[in-house]
């Protein structure tokens, strides 16, 4: 079998695996045991903090064979759990809006929802990148959100909700993801390494999830990296070559030469770094970051 990049082999699912979106999973969760699921969802937030993920995990409690009606939490092992999971449930279609974003594919949906699911409880439309779709489609998909066959849900996940029209929007039940906590990948990382079997350093790992900004995903994608280019172990030096940060030290004697206004002495160590393949948008948020946490600091004591 192929080699699985991390964030596909360890992905969530069940709700109680997904980490710092703890008032979506609960809230979802709980509409499942009071029968209060709705017709239409939107999630949005930034990349690779689990909307697709939750969609999916949805997708499953609503279908899961385990019982005459949806769980809160999906088995996994029955055949609707297996066949979503896999991606070839024939009554969950993912659909990328990026690229189906017209008119044409959206009469296409709508016309395929007049027709109950093939086997399942439910069927799921899930829309990613949901904001790619144009005004006439989103048009076209108005009534059937209004007033749905009850066997529809759709879920529609976005990264840009203000370009989702407000009438849609009023239709639908929507979900605000928040980026993933700094503690909270550090870690998911940890752990990771410890069933992958690779030993790692705090601070090698506290690097990525600085570099993942937020993302779970980002931070894993980078983690495939580390431990592809590390020779055993995990270590911060190996981490910041790879993904170019600037060391602390180096932060420091800039806001040493800031604080002398020594604008020569700032360009110098700045067009080092650059010279040395540091990426300048990285820096830049390193410094910001780096600014913050002293003004925190100081004000704390």
Avoid: W
Wanted: with cysteine; proline share 4%.
């Amino acid at each position: 079998m192929s080699y699985q990049v991390l964030a596909r082999k360890y992905r969530p699912q069940k709700f109680s695996e997904v980490i710092g979106q703890e008032h979506v999973t609960r809230t979802l969760k709980n509409a499942i045991e009071q029968g209060r699921t709705a017709h239409g969802y939107i999630f949005s937030g930034h990349r690779g903090i689990g909307k697709t993920t939750v969609a999916r995990i949805l997708a499953m409690a609503l279908n899961c064979r385990t019982s005459e009606k949806p769980v809160s939490e999906p088995c996994g092992v029955c055949d609707s759990c297996t066949e979503i999971r896999a991606g070839n449930s024939v009554d969950v279609i993912e659909i990328d809006a990026a690229t189906n974003r017209g008119i044409d594919e959206i009469r296409e949906l709508r016309e395929a929802t007049r027709y109950r699911p093939a086997r399942d409880r439910f069927k799921i439309y899930i829309l990613d990148e949901a904001h790619q779709i144009t005004d006439a489609a989103f048009n076209a998909l108005l009534k059937t959100l209004e007033e749905p066959p009850g066997h529809v849900v759709f879920m529609l996940a976005t990264t840009a909700p203000e370009d989702i029209p407000q009438t849609i929007r009023s239709r639908c039940q929507h979900f605000s993801f928040r980026a993933v906590k700094f503690d909270q990948i550090v870690a998911q990382l940890k752990d990771l390494c410890g069933r992958e079997n690779i030993p790692a350093d705090e601070d090698a790992l506290a690097m990525l999830a600085e570099a993942g900004d937020g993302s779970v995903r980002d931070a894993l994608s980078i983690l495939d990296q580390a431990i592809a280019s590390s020779e055993g172990r995990l270590n911060a030096e190996s981490v910041r070559q790879l993904i170019g940060i600037a060391p602390a030290g180096v932060l420091e004697e800039i806001m040493g030469a800031v604080a002398r206004s020594s604008s020569q002495e700032i360009l110098q160590m700045v067009d080092r770094l650059l010279t040395e393949g540091q990426n300048p948008v990285h820096f830049a948020r390193q410094l910001l970051r780096f600014l913050r946490n002293s003004i925190v600091a100081k004000v704390a004591g």
